[in-house]
Each structure stands twice: as C-alpha cells, then as structure tokens.
C-alpha cells in the first residue's frame, strides 16, 4: 500500500531564507506525487505533480520538488520564502490499486514565516 | 477560472439534525471525490463517483452518510442523522480522468454539530 510521511509537523523560516519541507513516500510502483497547499480556512491548491517525467517538478510561487527514487523523497523547497507562504502543505501520494487515482495525504507541514 | 465550488461554505447544527452538503464540479470532470479533514485524522477520502456512478465509499460511515450524484453538476454529501463527531470540513474535488486526472479542492464545508 503506498503512504506518505512529512518529517516535519511545524517549520518557521525568516521571510527571504530558503524553505525546505520533507516528505517521504512508500509505493510499490512508480508512483505520481504531489504537493497541495492549504490556506488558512480555503481549499486545497495544487502546488505541482510529478508523474516519471522530469524528477525536477517547478511548480507555482517559485516551488520546486526533486524525486529520488533512491531515498523515496519529494522535498518541496523554494529559494526564499515570502510572508504569503505561511500555509500548511501536504505531500500526496496516489494509489492506483483500486483503479481509481486515490489520494493518500501526509499529516501536513505547518510553514511559518517570521519577518 | 474553472472552479468546484461548494455550499454552505459554514454550517452549524444540533445533534440528530440531517445536513445536506453540496458540491458543483468543474464542468466537464468526470470524477467527483469527497473528503472530510480532522485535526485528528487529517484528509480522509470518504466517497469517489466516476461519470457519476458510485464506485468507493468505503471510507464513509453507511448508517448514517449518503453521497449521490443527482447529475453532472451536482454532487450531495448528507448526514442523517448528525452527531458531533461529524463535526469537520468537508472537501469536495472533481478531475478529468484522462489524460491528468489532477484533483481540484473546493472551499470546503465547515460543519460544526453542537
């Protein structure tokens, strides 16, 4: 069965300090990964999608992810963070098993960005 | 600006009370997902329609919660009858299956059961 860890519950940057937020997924094929974004109190934004092309995924707001199938990771990172990142994030990975693109989410990562 | 957009966008109610939750996918997504986010138990996949026909709602309680497709545009969530552990934002998203299949979140519906 595939799943999703986030490393990290809570992260607090400084506005214009690099973000780096951690996801590691379990899957028995080659899987599809995606970050989402969830503002306070909106829905949920899809930020990018790997699915096997480039494993350097851009995505929007100057968010970008590397798949590495050696160390099963999809870290989502952004050269310098802005006060309009404050968000929490998800790590998602989709399960084909039943025949259907199934989301499996992580417990999501609380970003902070102080000024 | 394609959008799923979802009503009520807040609802409170009283234990034992129906809810009716509804969502209007983007036009043209053939399938509609429910989900249901907890502080406790995070995202949680509750019912998933392709072109409209039911195919997993396993993760949804049965006595008590019903998802239907009445037609394209509309999906319903209803609880019947209500209870304060229901209490949780309720998402819906719609995708076109082929070729990307990306889901796309509404608002969501903040239910509160007193």
């Known amino acids: 069965a595939q799943s999703v860890t986030q490393l990290d519950s809570h992260v607090s940057v400084s506005e214009g300090t690099p973000v780096l937020l951690r996801c590691n997924y379990s899957s028995s094929y080659s899987p599809s990964l995606f970050w989402y974004v969830q503002h306070p109190n909106k829905g949920l934004q899809l930020l990018l999608k790997?699915?096997?092309?480039?494993?350097l995924v851009k995505g929007i707001n100057g968010f970008e992810a590397e798949f590495k199938k050696s160390e099963t990771s999809f870290h989502l990172t952004k050269p310098s963070a802005h006060m309009s990142d404050a968000a929490e994030y998800f790590c998602?990975?989709?399960?084909?098993?039943?025949?259907?693109?199934?989301?499996?989410f992580g417990a999501g990562t609380r970003l902070a960005v102080h000024p | 600006d394609a959008r799923v957009t979802q009503t009520p966008r807040h609802k409170v109610t009283e234990m034992g009370q129906e809810v009716t939750m509804r969502c209007q996918p983007i036009?043209?997504?053939?399938?509609v997902f429910w989900y249901r986010q907890t502080m406790m138990q995070g995202l949680e996949l509750l019912a998933y329609f392709r072109n409209r026909a039911p195919l997993d709602d396993s993760g949804m309680p049965k006595d008590r919660f019903s998802a239907e497709m009445p037609d394209a545009t509309l999906a319903t969530l209803k609880i019947q009858p209500s209870e304060p552990r229901d209490s949780a934002v309720y998402f819906c998203a719609s995708a076109l299956e082929f070729p990307t299949d990306t889901q796309y979140f509404g608002p969501g519906t903040r239910l509160t059961v007193l």
């Open positions: 036009l043209g997504h053939n399938t």
């Open positions: 998602v990975v989709s399960d084909r098993g039943g025949g259907y693109n199934k989301l499996i």
């Open positions: 790997y699915t096997s092309a480039a494993t």
